[in-house]
């Protein structure tokens, strides 16, 4: 079945440059996105891709798609203390069935440090 | 709209007790997921139903678990009898036409504890 992975844990300093990584198997993943959850909180969408773009800027957030090598990323530009959280990515396939369900990721507990 | 709304926030229960997490979905939404969240195993998707149908159980990790969507703005996860392994965070989430991207739209989640 289709899997999506992203490296558990990544630290950056406040004002730095945060870049979140997602491999993802399926080839006919038709929407990308990141959800954003703060502590205690549910999982939001902070953005989304559509596979036929490689690129979508949104204020401080980049996202980077390589569809060829099924690459994600997340670039947050001057990184915050409010940015700690955990960013999972997610993607949907092309099927008729299911057709709302998406693969996440395990997510990436990102740590600012001030 | 409220958002997806989860009940109880939190649960803390005693092995060998039934428990009963409930969820309304936003209103039109005709996809609802359960989903839980453990350290261990991040996010595992449990069930999802279609028109209050379920359309897929395999995430549901024994006969213990069970779930029924009676109508279109309510569902509920059960667990008899609970076990402290099944501690987590349990999440329902909503989606369909209308929703733009396809997104699913996650409630605040029912912290279950079981000792």
């Known amino acids: 079945g289709e899997d999506v992975e992203q490296s558990l844990f990544l630290s950056v300093r406040e004002g730095d440059s945060s870049v979140i990584n997602c491999t993802y198997t399926d080839s006919s993943s038709t929407y990308l996105y990141w959800y954003k959850q703060e502590p205690g909180a549910g999982l939001q969408l902070l953005t989304y891709i559509f596979s036929n773009m490689d690129m979508k800027q949104d204020q401080r957030l980049t996202v980077l798609l390589n569809k060829k090598d099924k690459h994600l990323s997340l670039r947050i530009a001057d990184t915050q203390t409010g940015d700690s959280a955990i960013y999972f990515c997610?993607?949907?396939?092309?099927?008729?069935?299911?057709?709302?369900?998406?693969?996440f990721g395990k997510g990436t507990k990102l740590s600012v440090i001030p | 709209d409220a958002g997806v709304i989860q009940s109880p926030r939190h649960e803390v229960t005693e092995m060998g007790q039934e428990v009963t997490l409930r969820c309304k979905p936003i209103s039109g939404h005709d996809y609802l997921f359960w989903y839980r969240q453990t350290m261990m195993r991040g996010l595992e998707l449990l069930i999802y139903?279609?028109?209050?149908?379920?359309?897929?159980d395999s995430g549901m990790p024994e006969d213990r678990f069970s779930a029924k969507m009676p109508n279109a703005s309510f569902s509920t996860l059960k667990i008899q009898p609970s076990e402290p392994r099944d501690s987590a965070v349990y999440f329902c989430a909503s989606s369909g036409p209308g929703t733009g991207m396809d997104e699913q739209y996650f409630g605040p989640g029912t912290r279950l504890t079981v000792t």
């Open positions: 997610a993607e949907k396939g092309n099927s008729g069935a299911g057709s709302y369900q998406l693969t």
């Open positions: 139903f279609n028109n209050n149908v379920p359309i897929d």
